[in-house]
């Protein structure tokens, strides 16, 4: 659970983002990777401008929270891009989550262990994340959403053995920024739609930490 001045600081965040999105397109990228939509950041005082208003540590929180709140990861069997039926009810738990922010968009990054060649590896990395995209949009998530597959093959191992690694065998979903729309929609009742569970999240602190301030000073109103 975020604090309150977390919850503050992501709704600030938000506003910032509302008042920012309507400028033309561009795109930055993230620590946590891939290329993220920022509705227009052309030159370096907007990218500043960016950085300051906390939006790209707005996608990394939602790639966070999805990550906290449902699997993010599936593992896959040697030399396989089958998936299972764990594979299969963690992607359902993933496309119910995706289905509740109809505005985000998401890429998937297929992993292998380090068995075989670099690119026997990368190509098995990309059949694994197509296979992952097309069991996502066959549960009803729009293929814009999922912008692109990306394999890293055996580049990025969790774990560091030439053994064949379950862990390594994986694909790994993640926010990677808001879909572009008409202008008319970039605006603070935009930033509301998209992420009202935020909103009303840090509503609620807000009122139970104006509630404490009240009951524990005597003079509130």
Not at 153 to 161: F, N
Request: proline letters at 3%; glycine letters at 12%.
């Amino acid at each position: 659970m975020r604090n309150s001045a977390q919850r503050y600081a992501l709704v600030g965040a938000l506003v910032a983002l509302a008042a920012l999105a309507g400028c033309s397109g561009d795109k930055f990228r993230s620590e946590v990777g891939g290329e993220y939509e920022t509705g227009g950041f052309g030159n370096a005082t907007m990218n500043n401008t960016l950085m300051m208003t906390g939006q790209r540590d707005l996608v990394i929180s939602l790639t966070r929270k999805f990550a906290a709140d449902v699997p993010n990861t599936v593992n896959f069997a040697f030399n396989s891009a089958v998936l299972d039926g764990a594979a299969q009810a963690a992607l359902v738990q993933q496309a119910n989550w995706i289905k509740q922010f109809p505005e985000v968009k998401f890429r998937v990054y297929g992993h292998t262990d380090l068995v075989g060649s670099d690119a026997y590896n990368k190509a098995l990395g990309l059949r694994r994340a197509k296979a992952v995209v097309a069991f996502l949009t066959g549960q009803g998530i729009s293929r814009a959403r999922l912008e692109a597959v990306v394999s890293y093959g055996k580049t990025q191992p969790l774990v560091y053995t030439p053994e064949p690694n379950e862990q390594n065998r994986r694909t790994v979903t993640e926010v990677t920024g808001l879909l572009k729309r008409e202008p008319q929609y970039l605006n603070g009742k935009y930033a509301d739609l998209i992420f009202r569970e935020y909103i009303r999240a840090a509503t609620s602190v807000q009122a139970a930490d104006i509630g404490t301030v009240g009951n524990g000073g005597g003079g509130g109103q």
